[in-house]
């Protein structure tokens, strides 16, 4: 399963042709997008001001949303968030919340990461990444 960041989503909207192409490449019932991802694109719509730009992004929202299934909070995700979490913290190295969610639905769905910020997931264990943008 490939699992969708809020960079990679935000890539298609924008209509990114390399993000674009690779999504292509795989059967719509093998790619998802957990609910932070969703809450993240929500919340960075709702702070643009109204535009055609805010509209077309919304537009565009629309049709990803209803190509691309989403993944359920589940007791994995969180059993997986708390470990990781915790495990991190005592390594020093904290990651964002939202972020770190992001990484524990990958890892409760035993997918595939995609995302252009690989640096900052890298720090995860056991976390499979790949970049659809670099």
């Not at 007791?75 to 939202?98: H, I, T």
Request: proline share 4%; charged share 30%.
């Amino acid at each position: 399963m490939i699992l969708l960041d809020t960079n990679t989503v935000s890539a298609l909207m924008r209509g990114d042709p390399q993000a674009n192409r690779r999504l292509l490449t795989h059967s719509r019932a093998g790619v998802a997008i957990p609910q932070p991802v969703a809450a993240e694109i929500e919340y960075g719509l709702a702070r643009l001001p109204e535009s055609r730009r805010k509209e077309t992004l919304r537009e565009r929202w629309a049709v990803v949303s209803r190509e691309l299934r989403r993944l359920d909070w589940t007791d994995a995700v969180s059993q997986a968030f708390g470990e990781v979490k915790a495990g991190l913290e005592r390594k020093g190295c904290p990651v964002d919340d939202f972020d770190l969610a992001i990484a524990a639905h990958a890892i409760a769905y035993d997918a595939v990461l995609v995302t252009n910020n690989l640096s900052h997931f890298e720090r995860i264990t056991g976390l499979e990444l790949e970049d659809w943008l670099g």
